[in-house]
């Protein structure tokens, strides 16, 4: 048997010209590119601000006004994130020709063109990362053993990094590109649809990608969007994001001898279902906005935190830790930082939409803040503790 020998086998990979589709070329990528070099951007620096809202930091103090920031923040992270795929796979479907370019000959080329093709496979690389990592997160699959908060943020400065790089190094060939007619077709190669349609139907998939999954969190789109994850029905007219079954707690949450544990200091005290009702309430329409991209309003009841704290004598801007009766999780404690537990809005709810709440929804006790990630809404509160 002979070998092939390598000449042949490179004979046999296609070259850049042997892709004649009509549509493809500068004027297509750079019109899809800068679409998706815009969302991409705002996808950054929203997910960025997710970060600091989850805990703030020091020079950057995050405070409860106004109460939907994180509502619009976040909604627009994940709509931006899911209608960057058909952009991205278009652009990608746009330049894949040049990845059979061969080699240059000269040696000093030939180390450009490698740096080029390294960073390029990392934008790649991280673009299709971020874009997967983040619609399973959407989805609530895990099938990774990483820390998806910790990864996709630090995936997040890789891609934006190598973005950045890739639009220094392309910015001629992008200006060109957009110069040029989208009209202006080479009629030697006239195969495929043409430059208008490619552009019309990767503007119509990212439209419709956005409008089916976006009434997740706007309101007036709810019924139109039958690909969002929460669709906004559930018990009391609100989505459940994990049941209490799910989180181990239906038990402890429906034990009748229930009672609220409230520290601070060497001061403590319980309080059961009914004293808690007993004690002044007030209510406020409040959203709960998850990172997930779904948010809702809703009509809470119950105490405030800041009145709760004040039974053992702690001041209203004090830091108050959350324990809940889940017994495994990231999300079974949180922390209210001092700025929320001043505000009176921050309740320790007992009724939603004007019911007791639901045992999914955190009976018999849960926290609702204003302008706080829902990861942070603690649901079957046992334990209120001022950090002094
Ligand atoms: N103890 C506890 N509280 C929790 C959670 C949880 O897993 N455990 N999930 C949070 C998340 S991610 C969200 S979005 C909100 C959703 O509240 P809901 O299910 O009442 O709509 O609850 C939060 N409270
Ligand atoms: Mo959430």
Redesign the pocket.
Known sequence: MRLPRVEDIEKRIPRPEDFTARSRGPATTARVGTALGIAFGICFLTGLWSHFQYSSPGWLPIGPNPAWLYRVTQGTHVATGIASVPLLLVKLWSVYPRFFLRPPKARRDQLLDVLERASIGVLVAAAIFQLTSGLLNIVQWYPWEFSFRRTHEAVAWVAIGALLVHIAVKLPVIREGLGASVEDETPVHSDGPSRRAVLRGVTVASGLALVLTVGQTVPFLRKVSVFGVRDGG?PQD?????TARA?G?TRAASDPAFVLQLKAGGRSMSLTRDELAKLPQRTHRLP?A??EGWSRNAVWTGVAVQDLIALVGAPSGSTVIVR?M?TR?A??TSELPGDFVDDPRTLLALELNGEPLSL???YPC?IIAPNRP??L????VRELEVRT
């Open positions: 559930g609100l989505p459940v994001n994990r989180a707690a709960i998850c990172v809940s889940q999780g999300f079974r999914d929804h955190g849960r829902g990861v809404q603690t649901k079957w």
